[in-house]
C-alpha cells in the first residue's frame, strides 16, 4: 500500500523458496551411558547396590534378606523381630551409630536375628551415663532370640538404679567397686526375668560418662565379642581379661554366668572411636587376613562420623564364611 493511504499494512511476503535452501537438522550427540543415569537420577537418588565385599572370594549366601519366620510357626516373638535394627545418638561430645544386622546363614535359613542392643541414657542430670549393649543369644538355644532382647533392656533399667554408684566409681578409678556394682545389677536384670538355658545369651555394656571431666568408662562382659578402640588405623582389644581355664571351650553365657561378670576400668582420649560389637562382627575384624578390619578402619576412622544410612552400609561389609548375625556400635568422642 502507498504511503499515507489509510487501511492495514501488510507484512512483507516471504522469499521464494527456491532461493533459500533448507537449513541441515544437526542430530543430537547421544551421551553416554553413565551420564544418562545422572541425568534421570539426581545423586541423592543413586542406589549403593549390594554391601562391598572383601576377600578374594564373594560370599556362598546371597547379600540380602529371604524368607521371614511367619507367625504360624509359633514363635511370634521371632517373627514380630526385624531383620535389622538401626540407632543413633549425640549426646554432648559423643556421637553414636549402632546396627544389628541377621546374618546371611539366617537370612538363607529363614530364622530371627538372635542378636539384640540397646542404646539410651541412664541416671540424674549430674550422673549420667550413656549405656551401650549389645548381646549374642546362643545359636544352639531355641529362645535366645528373645533372650538378648529382654537382657539389653532388663540391665539398662538395673544399671540406671547404680548410675549414681557407677559415677562415684568411675570418679574414684574403683574397678573393684564397678565389678561388684556389675554383678549385682546383672543378676538383679536375670532374676527380674527369670529365663533359663533356652535364653542363654551373651552380653557386653559399654557406659560413658557424659561429662567430659571424667575420663573414665567402663565395660561390663560376659561371653564372646566385646569393645575395640581404633588407633592409628588399627583395631586393638580392650576388654576384660579372661581369667577362666584355657581349657574350657564353653561360651559362657546368661542366665548360669551372673555371678561372673567381667569389668574394665578403661579411659578415653578425644578423637577416639570405640567398637562394641558381637562377635560377628569382632570374630572377622581379629581375622589372620585384615581386608576386612582396614576396610572398617577406612571407613569409620575418616574426620567426619558416617551418616545412619552409611552406618548401615558399612556394618554389612561381608566376608566369606562369616555369616552370623552381626551387631556393632560406634562411639566418636569429639573434642568439643
Known amino acids: 500500500m502507498p504511503p499515507g493511504t489509510a487501511g492495514t499494512v501488510s507484512q512483507p511476503s516471504a522469499p521464494a523458496t527456491e532461493h533459500c535452501p533448507p537449513v541441515p537438522t544437526v542430530p543430537a550427540v547421544p551421551a553416554a551411558p553413565a551420564a ?6 539426581p545423586a541423592g537418588l543413586r542406589p549403593r547396590g549390594e554391601p562391598a565385599h572383601v576377600g578374594g572370594r564373594p560370599p556362598s549366601y546371597p547379600p540380602h534378606p529371604l524368607r521371614c519366620p511367619s507367625v504360624r510357626d509359633g514363635d511370634h516373638f521371632a517373627a514380630l523381630t526385624p531383620a535389622v535394627l ?24 529363614g530364622s530371627c536375628r538372635q542378636d539384640s542392643m540397646t542404646v539410651t541414657r541412664v541416671g540424674p542430670p549430674e550422673a549420667e551415663l550413656l549405656l551401650l549393649a549389645v548381646a549374642d543369644g546362643v545359636g544352639s538355644a531355641a529362645r535366645s532370640h528373645e533372650g538378648s532382647y529382654h537382657v539389653t533392656h532388663r540391665a539398662a533399667l538395673h544399671l540406671d538404679r547404680e548410675a549414681e ?17 556389675a554383678n549385682k545389677a546383672i543378676a538383679g536384670a536375670v532374676s527380674d526375668l527369670r529365663i533359663g538355658q533356652e535364653h542363654a545369651t551373651t552380653l557386653h555394656v559399654l557406659l560413658v560418662p557424659v561429662d567430659a571431666a571424667v575420663r573414665g568408662r567402663v ?71 585384615p581386608a576386612f578390619a582396614r ?11 558416617p551418616s545412619l544410612s552409611d552406618f548401615l552400609w558399612q556394618a554389612q561389609t561381608r566376608i566369606k564364611s562369616y555369616d ?3 551387631t556393632v556400635i560406634c562411639l566418636w568422642e569429639g573434642t568439643e
Open 36 to 41: 544418562q543415569a545422572a541425568q534421570a537420577e
Open 86 to 109: 538401626l540407632d543413633g545418638a549425640q549426646v554432648g561430645r559423643l556421637t553414636v551409630r549402632a546396627a544389628s544386622i541377621r546374618g546371611d546363614s539366617h537370612n538363607w535359613e
Open 165 to 181: 554408684n557407677i559415677h562415684a566409681a568411675l570418679t574414684a578409678r574403683d574397678e573393684g567397686e564397678l565389678r561388684a556394682i
Open 219 to 289: 565395660l561390663f562382659s560376659v561371653g564372646d565379642g566385646g569393645l575395640f578402640v581404633l588407633r592409628e588405623g588399627q583395631w586393638q582389644e580392650t576388654g576384660p581379661v579372661d581369667e577362666g581355664s584355657l581349657l574350657d571351650t564353653r561360651t559362657e553365657a546368661l542366665p548360669h554366668a551372673y555371678r561372673s561378670v567381667k569389668a574394665r576400668l578403661l579411659y578415653g582420649d578425644p578423637g577416639q572411636v570405640l567398637l562394641l560389637g558381637t562377635d560377628g562382627i569382632t570374630n572377622p575384624l581379629t581375622q589372620k587376613d
Open 295 to 305: 576396610h572398617l578402619a577406612r571407613a569409620w576412622g575418616g574426620p567426619a562420623v
Open 324 to 326: 552370623d548375625d552381626r
